[in-house]
Every structure is written in structure tokens, then in C-alpha cells.
């Protein structure tokens, strides 16, 4: 499956590198241009990572996530180009330097599928420090949990299907709503490592 990772910081570029040594391809996109990426994807090799515009980007993808700050994913992308697809919300509302944004009760991906209303968003890959994402997935011990929130059960069982192949646990913790908000800054579940059965104890209280 070919991913695009639209924001290539410290995040995106973590994502793609370990989802390249999981044996994914990906499409990289940033709001500077593709020729910034070429080292990145020099790294990554040219067999499995390319570089693109955001719009070509999506377009090129199976499956697209979002990893740029959010102020930025309104009209970042045509609605068109991500119709029918996977959108992955890995993106995070702050009001300020670590204060959540305040939502007046919508969760920040409930906006993301009000701005992008022909995607399958699932809320996920937002929730986990990037250091901790670029080793956790392959060190020895329990998994560590990553989730997935959404109203497309068929749309969380493929983000599902590669948060497994990176490593991780993957949990449900519902739909985009009530699930998202779980996941997003100010959540219980944000910034939070926890073990598969952690989370899952966690969820089921």
C-alpha cells in the first residue's frame, strides 16, 4: 500500500521511515515544495519513497495522513482528491504552546471530515511522542497501543492493518466523536504510552 505523509518534521519523517522499513511505500508532501524532500527520500531510497505536491500527493496515495499543524489542514488539500480514500487525522488542535485548543465540545477531527466530508477520516498516529514512534515499534517487550477512531469500520481496519505491521497494538476506541476526543491534547489518551492491555483495561472502565 502506498502512504502519503503530507508534513515531513520531526513526526511525518519518522512515520516514513519506519513505515519504509515495514516494507510500505510512501509519497512524501510539505508545504515547501518536493525539491526540499529529495534528501529524505535519497535516505528512504527512490524504490519505495517519492516526493510530491500535497494535492499530487493524495492523489498518488491509497492512504493519505495528515501531519502538519492543524491550523493548516482547512483547505490544504481539494476536497475531490481525497474522496473515497482513507484520511488518517494525525494532526493535533493547540491553542497555544501546550494548551489544547478549545473545541466548544466538537473534537478537532469531527472538523477534519466536516472540511473533507468525501473521506473516510480516521482519527489515529497522533498520540505518541516521535522519539518514542521511531524505536517502540520494534523494541522487545509488550506492544505499545496506537488507535483508531472513526465511523468507517472498514476505513480503521486498514489503518488497523498497518499500525500492526509498524509494531504497535492497535485499539478502537470508538467512533470519530467520542473516540477522537480520547486522542486528541487535553485527552486521557494523549501523550500517553500504554501497552495493549493497558489500553485496552483503560477503555473498557
Same mark, same amino acid.
Given at each position: 500500500?502506498?502512504?502519503g505523509?503530507?508534513?515531513?518534521?520531526?513526526?511525518?519523517?519518522?512515520?516514513?521511515?519506519?513505515?519504509?522499513?515495514?516494507?510500505?511505500?510512501?509519497?512524501?508532501?510539505?508545504?515547501?515544495?518536493?525539491?526540499? %524532500?529529495? /534528501?529524505?527520500?535519497?535516505?528512504?531510497?527512490?524504490?519505495?519513497?517519492?516526493?510530491?505536491? /500535497?494535492?499530487e500527493?493524495?492523489?498518488?496515495?491509497?492512504?493519505?495522513?495528515?501531519?502538519?499543524?492543524?491550523?493548516?489542514?482547512?483547505?490544504?488539500?481539494?476536497?475531490?482528491?481525497?474522496?473515497?480514500?482513507?484520511?488518517?487525522?494525525?494532526?493535533?488542535?493547540?491553542?497555544?504552546?501546550?494548551? /489544547?485548543?478549545?473545541?466548544?465540545?466538537?473534537?478537532?477531527?469531527?472538523?477534519?471530515?466536516?472540511?473533507?466530508?468525501?473521506?473516510?477520516?480516521?482519527?489515529?498516529?497522533?498520540?505518541?511522542?516521535?522519539?518514542?514512534?521511531?524505536?517502540?515499534?520494534?523494541?522487545s517487550?509488550?506492544?505499545?497501543?496506537?488507535?483508531?477512531?472513526?465511523?468507517?469500520?472498514?476505513?480503521?481496519?486498514?489503518?488497523?492493518?498497518?499500525?500492526?505491521?509498524?509494531?504497535?497494538?492497535?485499539?478502537?476506541?470508538?467512533? %470519530?466523536?467520542?473516540?477522537?476526543? %480520547?486522542?486528541?491534547?487535553?485527552?486521557?489518551?494523549?501523550?500517553? /504510552? %500504554?501497552?495493549?492491555?493497558?489500553?485496552?483495561?483503560?477503555?473498557?472502565?
Amino acid at each position: 500500500m502506498r502512504t502519503g505523509i503530507i508534513g515531513t518534521g520531526r513526526i511525518g519523517s519518522t512515520l516514513a521511515r519506519i513505515l519504509v522499513a515495514a516494507g510500505h511505500q510512501v509519497v512524501l508532501a510539505n508545504a515547501r515544495g518536493p525539491q526540499t %524532500l529529495g /534528501p529524505l527520500v535519497a535516505e528512504l531510497g527512490r524504490a519505495a519513497a517519492s516526493a510530491a505536491h /500535497p494535492a499530487e500527493a493524495a492523489a498518488q496515495a491509497e492512504l493519505l495522513v495528515l501531519m502538519v499543524p492543524f491550523d493548516g489542514v482547512r483547505g490544504l488539500l481539494p476536497p475531490r482528491v481525497v474522496q473515497d480514500k482513507v484520511l488518517v487525522d494525525a494532526t493535533n488542535a493547540f491553542g497555544g504552546p501546550g494548551t /489544547p485548543a478549545a473545541g466548544g465540545g466538537r473534537g478537532s477531527s469531527d472538523l477534519v471530515a466536516e472540511w473533507y466530508p468525501g473521506a473516510q477520516v480516521v482519527k489515529s498516529l497522533n498520540t505518541m511522542h516521535f522519539e518514542t514512534l521511531a524505536v517502540a515499534g520494534t523494541a522487545s517487550g509488550e506492544r505499545l497501543a496506537h488507535y483508531t477512531a472513526g465511523d468507517d469500520a472498514k476505513a480503521k481496519e486498514i489503518v488497523a492493518g498497518i499500525i500492526t505491521d509498524l509494531g504497535f497494538a492497535p485499539v478502537d476506541t470508538g467512533p %470519530l466523536h467520542s473516540g477522537g476526543i %480520547l486522542q486528541q491534547p487535553g485527552g486521557p489518551l494523549f501523550n500517553r /504510552p %500504554l501497552t495493549e492491555a493497558q489500553a485496552l483495561a483503560w477503555i473498557s472502565h
